[in-house]
């Protein structure tokens, strides 16, 4: 298993496959504005390995960190 170091987020999981989870984001294209959010979840076992792409533009990647930040703000009032 190679480990991107680029993740910005990475888990590992210890069951019977080992499984590792990451979660990337990267610019979609140069000056495009446009950026790739990947998440992977791979193991032993490459037949059960799984990858997830959304594309996201600057402003739906701005939705995501609002509502990501709003979640985070309420756990720490309850």
Not at 35 to 56: G, H, K, R, V, W
Request: net charge negative; proline share 1%; charged share 25%.
């Amino acid at each position: 298993m190679n480990i991107d170091h680029g993740a910005i987020f990475q888990q590992c999981v210890y069951d019977a496959d080992n499984r590792f989870v990451d979660l990337t984001l990267r610019p979609a294209a140069v000056y495009s504005g446009a950026f790739m959010l990947t998440m992977t979840d791979t193991s032993n076992d490459a037949e059960m390995d799984m990858m997830i792409e959304l594309y996201l533009t600057e402003e739906n990647l701005k939705k995501v960190i609002d509502r990501l930040t709003k979640v985070l703000e309420n756990e720490r009032t309850n």
